[in-house]
């Protein structure tokens, strides 16, 4: 029996049942979530880490109170930075795969935050009314680089889409075959484009050891009715959320060590902290993988009363892991910090 499109779109998780976040909801009164992924942690090698947020899928995209500059911030790397920020693969099933990502986004943003995201039914267009955007609800005509346009300048979150040259087979790895990346996390994003995962994964220490064969299984299995998320933490001594280069350290690099007065633990010293979700998307059968980066001064860290933990975190990191975070750059001046 063929099964209907509607049926099809439905199977997502993110399609049905979202709850709106209802109109007492204000957005600059919601402070970002306080993931503080090295806390209670007694194993600091690579690991999966995932957690079940099927349950909540309202929990997706986030409307914080950082949204306003976010989104600003990120329309304006898009006119900086198109080359390392915006890809699609120009195949059919890359751009459908978009395609559906964007109307899966459009339609969660309406019911999710009806009150900030109103739909004009006769021009087809929705106003986003917190930072005066105006997107499209279907993709239509729209081309792969004006859908990501519009995605950039609408979520704080990063998007990657995986897709297998053939999907049936199990041996295959998936490809990274579009995406918007606004917060690189220290890599070019344009070196991942059109790359398999366990390539893009090369550089991170205990990838084929630990992650390789469980992260491909993970993918195959992955389905629309799935919500998974991770989070993962490193500590940056400037205040950018879009680094092409300088927050890792690559195997075989000397890592200079920073004095303590070399850093602005004032201002620019922070825990980087990426909350990223996976699920698939049901016509496509693409995999999809969000990402919200949250930059949390460390002097916050120290206020919240965890400071002690944070130390414990950083000397607990295996080495490769250590150097892969730049520890041997900041890990003595952000202890003296904390524990001062
Ligand atoms: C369950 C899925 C995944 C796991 C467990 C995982 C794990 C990791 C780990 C442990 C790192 C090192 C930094 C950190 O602590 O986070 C990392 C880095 C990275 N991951 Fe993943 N990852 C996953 C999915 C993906 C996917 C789907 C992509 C994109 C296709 C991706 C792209 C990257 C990139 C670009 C880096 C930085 C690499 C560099 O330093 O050059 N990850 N990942």
């Not at 751009?95 to 087809?124: C, D, H, I, M, S």
Request: charged share 30%; glycine share 4%; net charge positive.
């Amino acid at each position: 029996m063929e099964v209907s499109n509607e049926t099809l779109l439905n199977s997502s998780v993110l399609a049905n049942n979202i709850p709106s976040v209802g109109y007492e909801f204000n957005w600059e009164k919601a402070d970002p979530l306080p993931i503080r992924p090295f806390a209670n942690k007694r194993n600091f090698n690579v690991s999966m880490g995932l957690n079940n947020l099927s349950k909540t899928p309202e929990d997706w995209i986030l409307i914080e109170n950082t949204y306003l500059e976010q989104t600003r911030l990120r329309k304006k790397y898009t006119k900086q930075f198109p080359d390392q920020m915006l890809h699609c693969f120009n195949n059919k099933i890359s751009t459908e795969a978009l395609r559906e990502f964007y109307e899966l986004v459009t339609n969660y943003l309406l019911t999710r935050y009806p009150q900030y995201f109103t739909y004009n039914k006769k021009t087809g267009v929705i106003h986003n009314e917190i930072n005066n955007e105006y997107l499209p609800r279907v993709a239509g005509k729209n081309t792969p680089k004006e859908l990501e346009l519009f995605l950039a300048a609408n979520l704080e979150e990063d998007f990657l889409i995986l897709i297998k040259d053939n999907a049936k087979d199990p041996e295959e790895e998936y490809i990274l075959r579009a995406g918007v990346t606004g917060f690189p996390a220290g890599f070019d994003p344009s070196a991942s484009h059109n790359k398999p995962i366990s390539y893009i994964h090369s550089p991170v220490p205990q990838y084929r050891e630990r992650l390789k064969v469980i992260m491909g299984r993970f993918f195959n299995k992955l389905e629309p009715k799935d919500l998974w998320v991770r989070h993962n933490w490193s500590i940056q001594t400037h205040r950018a959320f879009f680094n092409l280069s300088s927050n890792h350290g690559r195997e075989g690099e000397k890592v200079k060590q920073l004095r303590y007065d070399e850093i602005d633990f004032e201002n620019a010293c922070f825990l980087r902290v990426e909350r990223q979700i996976f699920t698939r998307l049901p016509k496509s059968r693409a995999n999809v993988m969000t990402i919200r980066t949250y930059l949390t001064p460390i002097k916050k860290i120290k206020e919240e009363g965890l400071g002690e933990e944070l130390c414990r975190a950083i000397d607990a990191l295996p080495e490769e892991l250590g150097h892969y975070k730049k520890r041997g750059a900041w890990g003595e001046a952000v202890k003296e910090f904390l524990l001062k």
